[in-house]
């Protein structure tokens, strides 16, 4: 058990549709990362927050993409007006303060857009 | 910028050894990850190794660097058909408090292990 939850599990959408995912770390992890998987691929990194503090965003999130993570415990990401494209496992890790700790990942939440 | 690669198949026979590979391309002070990925799961951490160390054993995983040629090794003795899945390489670089520790990932070995 990693500590880190994610709900849905899968969330099958029409093209078009919101969907918004939720990942619940253990309250150790002041540091919390989503990443996007597609089929084939290793993770590529999207966001960070440090506790309630969105430090970093990659330029994979689009301004459809928003994260939130209001009370530095769990954390949400929303994707508006989905598209083919956004069909990819969202990964959450959660990660105590220290840099020599490792990230510990959820089970992830997979997207499939019809 | 941050590159990190990976073959992407392996195969051997159950109790035989396997060894995975993986170069990446940022010499700076960083952490080097080996993660396993089961079919529809998400990633569970098998060992790490920070870039100040050569060679790292915990049970059947040894980890192996070589930082002049920026390689990391990932061997697993007496490998199991449950040890199929897939391996994926990972990188962290902590500069400054810029880069805030985020993974860089290979593309994954897929390794499977025949009775």
């Known amino acids: 058990d990693t500590g880190v939850s994610q709900d849905p599990r899968h969330k099958i959408t029409k093209r078009g549709q919101n969907v918004t995912f939720r990942c619940d770390p253990i309250?150790?992890?002041?540091?919390l990362y989503w990443y996007r998987q597609t089929l084939g691929q290793g993770p590529e990194f999207l966001t960070y927050?440090?506790?309630?503090?969105?430090?970093?965003k990659s330029r994979l999130l689009s301004d459809r993409f928003s994260a939130e993570r209001p009370k530095g415990s769990f954390s949400t990401l929303e994707i508006q007006r989905t598209e083919q494209g956004d069909s990819a496992m969202y990964l959450c890790?959660?990660?105590?303060?220290?840099?020599?700790?490792?990230?510990?990942f959820g089970d992830g939440t997979r997207l499939s857009i019809l | 910028g941050e590159d990190v690669e990976q073959s992407l198949f392996l195969s051997v026979r159950e109790g035989d050894s396997s060894v995975i590979n993986c170069t990446y391309t940022?010499?700076?002070?960083?952490?080097l990850y080996w993660y396993k990925q089961e079919p529809g799961a998400g990633l569970q951490l098998l060992t790490y190794i920070f870039s100040n160390m050569d060679m790292k054993q915990d049970q059947r995983l040894t980890v192996l660097l070589n930082k002049k040629d920026k390689h990391l090794s990932l061997r697993i003795a007496d490998t199991q058909t449950g040890d199929s899945a897939i391996y994926f390489c990972?990188?962290?670089?902590?500069?400054?408090?810029?880069?805030?520790?985020?993974?860089?990932f290979g593309q994954g070995t897929i390794l499977t292990v025949h009775p």
């Open positions: 890790a959660g990660m105590r303060g220290r840099s020599n700790q490792p990230q510990h």
């Open positions: 990972a990188e962290s670089i902590y500069a400054g408090g810029t880069s805030y520790g985020k993974l860089t």
């Open positions: 927050f440090q506790n309630e503090a969105q430090l970093e």
């Open positions: 940022d010499s700076s002070s960083t952490y």
């Open positions: 309250s150790e992890h002041n540091r």
